[in-house]
């Protein structure tokens, strides 16, 4: 069965503060993708990343970096020097390549708010 | 101006009523699909479609049905068997095997 657990249901910050969000995931192949999504208060779904199973290399795009440990079946994510523009909810994601669909699944989310 | 579109951007039905959520894409992207997200949830698949007039059931289809009649459409109608509709409706498109992009959403509720 597959799987994405994020523990974090709520995450308040202030501004300027670094904040990390986890992601644990199960899966039985050897071949899956994980994606961090972003869902501001508008609804929609904003893609962040994706990372292959064979990747390890962790990825930094501005202030967004992501951690992914294939040892610990983690890929969390970090924020640095948080923005107010950040505040919304994330998600964490995996498919499979043994999932013919290659459908999503989420985690529950984690709900970030930057105070000014 | 490229991407998905999903209409309306609220719906509200009543009791027995079957309602239909548009999604359109000009991506050119040949998979699309229906999630469902329920309060303080993640993302449910309920139907998708990796081609043109074939369409599979995904964790949650009971009481949805859709169609997939042409690459840039794939409709979802939520019919009077579905217990508990009310939940925002997200539909997502796929070029190969990497990332989903996805449209505004519908909130549906049921009055």
């Known amino acids: 069965a597959q799987k994405v657990t994020q523990a974090q249901t709520e995450i308040s910050v202030v501004e300027k503060e670094d904040v990390t969000l986890d992601c644990v995931y199960e899966t039985r192949d050897t071949t899956y993708y994980l994606f961090w999504y972003k869902q501001p208060p508008s609804g929609e779904l904003v893609f962040l990343i994706r990372r292959n199973s064979f990747d390890e290399q962790n990825e930094i795009s501005g202030r967004y970096s992501w951690n992914f440990q294939k040892s610990t079946s983690s890929f969390n994510f970090t924020i640095t020097a948080s923005q107010v523009v950040d505040s919304a909810v994330y998600f964490c994601?995996?498919?499979?390549?043994?999932?013919?669909?290659?459908?999503?699944?989420f985690g529950s989310g984690t709900r970030l708010l930057v105070r000014p | 101006d490229g991407g998905i579109t999903q209409s309306p951007k609220y719906l509200f039905r009543k009791e027995g009523q079957n309602v239909t959520l548009s999604c359109e894409q000009n991506l050119n992207h040949d998979a699309m699909y229906w999630y469902r997200q329920d309060p303080g949830q993640g993302l449910r698949l309920i139907y998708y479609s990796q081609i043109v007039n074939d369409f599979q059931k995904g964790d949650i289809a009971e009481g949805y049905s859709v169609s997939r009649e042409k690459k840039e459409s794939f409709p979802l109608t939520v019919t009077s068997a579905q217990k508990n509709p009310t939940a925002f409706y997200l539909c997502?498109?796929?070029?190969?095997?990497?990332?989903?992009?996805f449209g505004p959403g519908t909130r549906l509720t049921v009055l």
């Open positions: 997502a498109t796929k070029a190969g095997i990497h990332e989903q992009f």
């Open positions: 994601a995996l498919s499979s390549r043994g999932d013919s669909s290659y459908k999503l699944i």
